[in-house]
């Protein structure tokens, strides 16, 4: 009989554990869990905060009893690893117990990042069932205000959730925008949704100390909190495998290779304590994401019971839900992708998640990052009321299974009026795309001032109502339906042409590149300039 040893429960230890046994019914399997609680839904936490998610035992997936009924799994809870014997393959608890091992799998988490402000000691945290009880024990309490430190996706996602309690919230990010995974103009989008729901938001505010009842910022500004929440981000849990010598990255988490072993043959790491491989770079970094970890506790398991199986590189696809609007994405956004020096092509379309003609249709945001040299998709992001899981699933599919962004133009996917368009959004970018290989030039809506100070003559060819209702600040109005006959007014000019959201510019720019003149279209049109500029004040 053999033993394997798994320090930390959830998503990436349970994984592996009940795998294990479903390969192997002779083999000794030990789970040591520092909480109180080895298997829960650890993303429902922030609804059962506001009641969405009502019994907090929905929460509670599995307890030591039934594993052990089921699975006949050896789980202690509220029992800490506190030392790695290598030599003598001896895990140590902080009970006193020595437990051999033939094979060790780490899977001990992620812990959160508490900044050195004073005051700090008052703001919750929520990664464990504790948590979500200590949380929920503050607002029981005659509270009326929550600051929450942190605009990632659990922030958020407990701002709308604070927000159903009927509490005043305020989210402050330290970063120039929320939700970093975004773009800047398409987390403007989501940070409006937040506004609108009477979350208030502050980018690039910097807490400085915390109070008995308020918050303040560098700048002076003071918040009401009767109750603080930190959600910062976290980093992994990995000083255990550091203490035993493993090898730990520069971002501090534990090594693996394609396997997930560690720098010890017979020690597997798995979960938000371990690196990953970049899908788009092959990198190592740190995704913290609870289906990667079921992956790779499926994986180590398999391992551990003979298949010869390797890991896939990690794409980091998410997404959140906030007051009825999705925001979801998977690869790399396009900040991340400039900084790494990539010649790029990006495109922003804004149709509707079905059929225009059926009832119901919503916006649907849509972003694509394509590397130029070689039509490979690297990222891409969605925002809206509907169909963004769907959107960003496929290009995430797409992206694993490596087609291009060119393929997207003829991808076929399910098609009725209430789920979809006879051209699916996907396949509209990889029209756009095909059209910008073609030689349609194109402009970002951050490169604007770049292209009227070089010269672009900026050309509204929206209807004179839309024009007249709000346009970008000194472009000259010619409809599109009028560019035939009035093209002569733009001879020698370079006509940077927008509508809406792209698609008469489109048109427009085609026209006047077959007239002979320059022309460029506004990716995204008018709709992506407007929400950074809301965004920015």
């Known amino acids: 009989m053999t033993t394997t040893v798994i320090v930390g429960g959830v998503a990436g230890g349970m994984s592996t554990a009940a795998r294990l046994r479903r390969r192997d019914e002779d083999m000794e399997i030990i789970v040591l869990e520092a909480s109180g609680y080895v298997s829960f839904a650890n993303c429902g936490l922030p609804y059962h905060v506001s009641g969405v998610i009502p019994d907090r035992a929905s929460l509670l997936l599995q307890t030591p009893e039934s594993l052990g009924a089921r699975f006949n799994l050896d789980v202690r809870v509220n029992t800490r690893a506190t030392g790695i014997d290598r030599e003598n393959k001896t895990v140590t608890t902080d009970t006193g117990d020595v437990i051999s091992y033939d094979?060790?799998?780490?899977?001990?988490?992620?812990?959160?990042?508490?900044?050195?402000i004073p005051g700090i000691?008052?703001?919750?945290?929520?990664?464990?069932?504790?948590?979500?009880?200590?949380?929920?024990?503050?607002?029981?309490?005659?509270?009326?205000?929550?600051?929450?430190?942190?605009?990632?996706?659990?922030?958020?996602?407990?701002?709308?959730?604070?927000?159903?309690?009927?509490?005043?919230?305020?989210?402050?990010?330290?970063?120039?925008?929320?939700?970093?995974?975004?773009?800047?103009?398409?987390?403007?989008?989501?940070?409006?949704?937040?506004?609108?729901?009477?979350?208030?938001?502050?980018?690039?505010?910097?807490?400085?100390?915390?109070?008995?009842?308020?918050?303040?910022?560098?700048?002076?500004?003071?918040?009401?909190?009767?109750?603080?929440?930190?959600?910062i981000g976290v980093?992994?849990?990995?000083?255990?495998?550091?203490?035993?010598?493993?090898?730990?990255?520069?971002?501090?988490?534990?090594?693996?290779?394609?396997?997930?072993?560690?720098?010890?043959?017979?020690?597997?790491?798995?979960?938000?304590?371990?690196?990953?491989?970049?899908?788009?770079?092959?990198e190592d970094t740190l995704i913290p994401l609870a289906q990667t970890a079921n992956r790779h506790g499926r994986l180590v398991a398999d391992i551990i019971t003979g298949r010869d199986v390797r890991r896939t590189s990690t794409l980091g696809t998410a997404i959140v839900g906030l007051f009825g609007l999705a925001a979801g994405s998977v690869g790399w956004n396009e900040r991340r992708a400039r900084a790494a020096g990539r010649n790029l092509r990006v495109i922003h379309v804004h149709?509707?998640?079905?059929?225009?003609?059926?009832?119901?249709?919503?916006?649907?945001?849509?972003?694509?990052?394509?590397?130029?040299?070689?039509?490979?998709?690297?990222?891409?992001?969605?925002?809206?009321?509907?169909?963004v899981d769907k959107r960003i699933d496929v290009i995430a599919t797409a992206m694993r299974g490596g087609l291009t962004a060119t393929d997207l133009a003829d991808l076929e996917l399910a098609y009725a009026?209430?789920?979809?368009?006879?051209?699916?959004?996907?396949?509209?970018?990889?029209?756009?795309?095909?059209?910008?290989?073609?030689?349609?030039?194109?402009?970002?809506?951050?490169?604007?001032?770049?292209?009227?100070?070089?010269?672009?003559?900026?050309?509204?060819?929206?209807?004179?109502?839309?024009?007249?209702?709000?346009t970008i600040p000194g472009a000259l109005n010619i409809p599109v339906d009028d560019l035939r006959q009035r093209a002569g007014e733009l001879e020698d000019a370079k006509a940077l042409v927008f509508c809406r959201v792209g698609l008469r510019g489109h048109v427009a720019a085609s026209l006047l590149g077959n007239l002979g003149i320059e022309a460029a279209n506004l990716d995204g049109g008018f709709m992506t300039w407007e929400y950074t500029q809301k965004a920015r004040g």
């Open 103 to 116: 094979h060790l799998v780490l899977s001990p988490g992620a812990s959160p990042i508490i900044p050195p």
């Open 417 to 470: 009026p209430q789920f979809g368009s006879a051209k699916d959004p996907i396949n509209f970018l990889g029209f756009v795309n095909d059209n910008m290989i073609g030689g349609e030039r194109t402009v970002q809506w951050h490169e604007l001032e770049d292209a009227r100070a070089a010269g672009w003559k900026l050309i509204d060819v929206r209807t004179p109502g839309e024009h007249e209702e709000s």
């Open 235 to 282: 980093r992994p849990t990995s000083e255990l495998a550091a203490d035993a010598g493993l090898a730990i990255g520069e971002r501090g988490g534990i090594k693996v290779d394609d396997q997930q072993r560690t720098s010890d043959p017979a020690i597997f790491a798995v979960g938000d304590a371990a690196e990953k491989a970049d899908a788009i770079s092959g």
């Open 351 to 387: 149709p509707a998640d079905h059929a225009g003609y059926y009832p119901g249709a919503e916006t649907l945001h849509l972003k694509l990052v394509v590397d130029a040299d070689t039509d490979a998709i690297l990222g891409a992001q969605a925002v809206g009321g509907a169909g």
């Open 121 to 231: 000691e008052r703001a919750l945290h929520l990664r464990t069932i504790e948590d979500v009880d200590d949380v929920i024990a503050a607002l029981d309490a005659d509270v009326g205000t929550v600051a929450i430190i942190g605009g990632g996706f659990i922030g958020l996602e407990l701002a709308e959730n604070m927000r159903h309690r009927g509490l005043e919230v305020t989210v402050i990010e330290r970063a120039p925008q929320i939700l970093t995974p975004l773009d800047e103009e398409m987390a403007a989008i989501v940070e409006k949704q937040l506004t609108d729901n009477g979350v208030q938001v502050i980018t690039g505010g910097d807490t400085s100390t915390i109070g008995e009842d308020t918050l303040t910022l560098s700048d002076g500004r003071v918040i009401s909190a009767d109750v603080v929440v930190a959600s």
